[in-house]
């Protein structure tokens, strides 16, 4: 039992969503206090869950408040603060961001987790909530997260927000969650999703749209597999659609009114080339506070 909220004297209110592993309630309990409960009828999914939130429960800026978790028989819970809102929402109902608070706030996050070695593996609009009594961006749902001395296998990330290493099944670390975080701040500033296709095919040749060819020497199994070139001219092909696309290098540029230099240094194809959280940081740190 927590000291905050009393789980075993409460009820669920409704259902306010549907993850891959469970239904999520909104909770209260006996004294009016509100909290979420998230069901998981996966058992690594919630003891990963558990494992992390239980070593995150001092940072409750940057992350929702870990109140407790059941776990009996196949009924398995996590019982956490109510944040709200999530990203996701907010995009779609076209809602005000103040994009520097939004930056430090998710940045400090990473930074956190990165010092702790997790590995999101999932960083996304969906994964992202709001507490609006705090005005804080927080960090949430680790049930694919895992640390950097214990690696999950592939795939990994959803799609639209999948680093290139992970499309080409190379070794991974924290900077894939850095990639995805470039892509959710292109999103929330333009307002459409950079690589929205289902095949990680496709994906990565709009990534090299957006960003220019790949390095050979680091994705030496993509040109082999996807790339050739007609004369001078690299060509793609969709071995999937057994279609050939040419890339016209020409335009193979970031977009130039990008109002925030941070989506370009984390879209960097070489991990270790990307921006890291604590730079980041650095940043933004004087202008939010």
Known sequence: MCDI??????RAIQQIGFGGFGKIYLCEDNKGKKFVSKQISNLDSFLTEVQIYSGLREDTDYFPHFYNYFNQGVKRCIFM????????SMLDNGEEICHDSFILHISKGLQILKNKQIIHCDLKPENILYDERKDLFKICDFGISCFNFRKRKFPIQTVYYRAPEVIARKDYDQSIDIWSFGCIIH???YGRILFQYKEEIECFFWMMVNLGLPPKDYYQIVYEKSIRYDGKEPVFY??????EYYIDVSKMSFPRNTPNLVIKRCLQWIPGERITPSEIVELY???CF
């Open 81 to 88: 603060e109510n944040c709200q809102q999530d990203l996701r």
């Open 187 to 189: 999103e929330m500033i």
């Open 238 to 243: 969709n071995n999937k659609n057994d279609e």
């Open 285 to 287: 740190g004087d202008i």
């Open 5 to 10: 909220i009393n789980i075993e004297n409460s």
